[in-house]
Nanobody, 126 residues
Framework: QVQLVESGGGLVQAGGSLRLSCAAP????????MGWFRQAPGKEREFVAA????????DYADSVKGRFTISRDGAKNMMYLKMNSLKFEDTAVYYC???????????????????WGQGTQVTVSS
C-alpha cells in the first residue's frame, strides 16, 4: 500500500498561480509512473499531467498545456504541479496518483493508476 499526501491547494484569483505537492511518506518514487488528475463538481475525473519516474518525459491535457508544469524531485520523493495563469474552469479537486512500473512510462488514464491521494481543493475565482 502506498499512501500519497497532497498539499498546496487553495483559493486564488484568475490569472494567479499555485503549486501542488505530492508526497509518499516512507516511499521512494523510483519505478513509478506518476500523474495528476482533477475532478470538478458534477464531472468525471480527468487527466491533467503525467511524468515518468526518471522525470525525463511528461505529457499534459490540452486544456493545461503551456500553463501547468509537472515535475518530480527524486531526492525528496516529491511530485509537483505548478499551475500558472489559472482559469475559473481549473477549479476542481486535484489528485496525485502513482502506479509501479517495470520501465519508464507515462499513464494518462485513471484506470491505470493503483494509488491515489486524498485530493486537494483548488478554487479559482473569476
Amino acid at each position: 500500500q502506498v499512501q500519497l499526501v497532497e498539499s498546496g491547494g487553495g483559493l486564488v484569483q484568475a490569472g494567479g498561480s499555485l503549486r501542488l505537492s505530492c508526497a509518499a511518506p516512507g516511499r521512494t518514487f523510483s519505478t513509478y509512473a506518476m500523474g495528476w488528475f482533477r475532478q470538478a463538481p458534477g464531472k468525471e475525473r480527468e487527466f491533467v499531467a503525467a511524468i515518468t519516474w526518471s522525470g525525463g518525459n511528461t505529457d499534459y491535457a490540452d486544456s493545461v498545456k503551456g500553463r501547468f508544469t509537472i515535475s518530480r524531485d527524486g531526492a525528496k520523493n516529491m511530485m509537483y504541479l505548478k499551475m500558472n495563469s489559472l482559469k475559473f474552469e481549473d477549479t476542481a479537486v486535484y489528485y496525485c496518483a502513482v502506479v509501479p512500473v517495470v520501465a519508464p512510462a507515462k499513464k494518462m488514464s485513471s484506470y491505470e493508476y493503483d494509488y491515489w491521494g486524498q485530493g486537494t481543493q483548488v478554487t479559482v475565482s473569476s
